[in-house]
T-cell receptor, first 113, second 114 residues
Framework: DVKVTQSSRYLVKRTGEKVFLECVQD?????MFWYRQDPGLGLRLIYF???????EKGDIPEGYSVSREKKERFSLILESASTNQTSMYLC????????????FGEGSWLTVV | AQKITQTQPGMFVQEKEAVTLDCTYD???????LFWYKQPSSGEMIFLIY??????QNATEGRYSLNFQKARKSANLVISASQLGDSAMYFC???????????FGAGTTVTVRA
């Protein structure tokens, strides 16, 4: 079974803190994604990566950055957390074939106070 | 513009009945794929079913079937014989052309009543 593991399930951070959300996948997938989920808005893509050290902005990249130094690991960074970044963050990975689904981690619930 | 539209924020269904979840999409690509996911209250996203734009048959996976109407750009999910464990949020998603990413709708919450 594909396993996408997010390092923290629940986090509470203060405004202005630097926040790291870590994600590891064990299936040698080329593509990795960070989505944000908010009620009524569904999932919105923040960033994705199609190879090591490669990244592309998604629909809502402002206030976020990412890092992919190794194929299996994709990190989301909030340089200076703000209260409007309180949300559920979902990491995902996929192989390259168009018919393939993407596989999600369990999600990280981030609260910024 | 919204690529995936799910117009039903929430639905109630009686156990053992069928339920249809609406999904319309917007793309100018000829090649695309449509996905449905289930998200229980635990938060995990579970892949349910896939339909390719060139697939001639409607996709089916157990109690899930996808009513694909290409001309109307709709990809409705039908859950037959609903069970209490079907209570969850359901998301429709699309992958366009040569893209890697999926675009998601806002989701529909389904509550199954005993």
């Amino acid at each position: 079974d594909v396993k996408v593991t997010q390092s923290s399930r629940y986090l509470v951070k203060r405004t202005g803190e630097k926040v790291f959300l870590e994600c590891v996948q064990d299936m040698d997938h080329e593509n990795m994604f960070w989505y944000r989920q908010d009620p009524g808005l569904g999932l919105r893509l923040i960033y994705f990566s199609y190879d090591v050290k490669m990244k592309e902005k998604g629909d809502i990249p402002e206030g976020y950055s990412v890092s992919r130094e190794k194929k299996e690991r994709f990190s989301l960074i909030l340089e200076s957390a703000s209260t409007n970044q309180t949300s559920m963050y979902l990491c995902a990975s996929s192989p390259v074939l168009p018919r393939d689904t993407i596989y999600f981690g369990e999600g990280s619930w981030l609260t910024v106070v | 513009a919204q690529k995936i539209t799910q117009t039903q924020p929430g639905m109630f269904v009686q156990e053992k009945e069928a339920v249809t979840l609406d999904c319309t999409y917007d793309t100018s690509d000829q090649s695309y794929g449509l996905f449905w996911y289930k998200q229980p209250s635990s938060g995990e996203m579970i892949f349910l079913i896939y339909q390719g734009s060139y697939d001639e048959q409607n996709a089916t996976e157990g109690r899930y079937s996808l009513n694909f109407q290409k001309a109307r750009k709709s990809a409705n999910l039908v859950i037959s014989a609903s069970q209490l464990g079907d209570s969850a949020m359901y998301f429709c998603a699309m992958r366009e052309g040569g893209e890697y990413k999926l675009s998601f709708g806002a989701g529909t919450t389904v509550t199954v009543r005993a």
